[in-house]
T-cell receptor, first 114, second 110 residues
């Protein structure tokens, strides 16, 4: 079975550019999570969706960040405009409804903003 | 901060030795989970212990939970070089969000 799929795996961009990260959750999972990981702050939850609806976006750093989940098999995290402090590894994770909260992580997107 | 805390932050042992990592948390929990992250990879679920359990085993892993002290420990017995990774605890509250610790970096030397 395919796990959580993220693309791109690596992204290098210049400050001010728009960045779009993509995620395909495991089929049948109804919750999706976007995380950011840095050495300084560890793993931070940015936003999560249940049944494609955003439930908690309190972790989104600022208005430059936005996330969508147009259907059960696809989500995007967009940063516009990007800044060097956005450099991090961004993970997507999904969870099965009615499960014990175990989350399944994608391989991550390493973002570098120059 | 709602984050849990693991200690030690870094641990270096020889192959064959046991590795013990501890985790403290601040909020009430439904269950507590441990994950492993290999360098450059996503996190992988290892084991889950429910709030009404005190100890759980899975292969070479042993997890304990002390809700009175709001702490958990992960023991890896007979460690192998392949166990080298970062280990994170995450507690699941009633709102079903996971609150993550900062992780313990484990190095197992051959």
């Amino acid at each position: 079975d395919a796990g959580v799929i993220q693309s791109p795996r690596h992204e290098v961009t210049e400050m001010g550019q728009e960045v779009t990260l993509r995620c395909k959750p495991i089929s049948g999972h109804n919750s999706l999570f976007w995380y950011r990981q840095t050495m300084m702050r560890g793993l931070e939850l940015l936003i999560y969706f249940n049944n494609n609806v955003p439930i908690d976006d309190s972790g989104m750093p600022e208005d430059r960040f936005s996330a969508k989940m147009p259907n059960a098999s696809f989500s995007t995290l967009k940063i516009q405009p990007s800044e060097p402090r956005d450099s991090a590894v961004y993970f997507c994770a999904s969870r099965l409804a009615g499960s014990t909260d175990t989350q399944y992580f994608g391989p991550g997107t390493r973002l570098t903003v120059l | 901060s709602q984050q849990g805390e693991e200690d030690p932050q870094a641990l270096s042992i020889q192959e064959g030795e046991n590795a013990t990592m501890n985790c403290s948390y601040k909020t009430s929990i439904n269950n507590l989970q441990w994950y492993r992250q290999n360098s450059g990879r996503g996190l992988v679920h290892l084991i889950l212990i429910r709030s009404n359990e005190r100890e759980k085993h899975s292969g070479r892993l042993r997890v304990t939970l002390d809700t009175s002290k709001k702490s958990s420990s992960l023991l890896i017995t007979a460690s192998r070089a392949a166990d080298t990774a970062s280990y994170f605890c995450a507690n699941a509250g009633n709102n079903r969000k996971l609150i993550w610790g900062l992780g313990t970096s484990l190095a197992v030397n051959p």
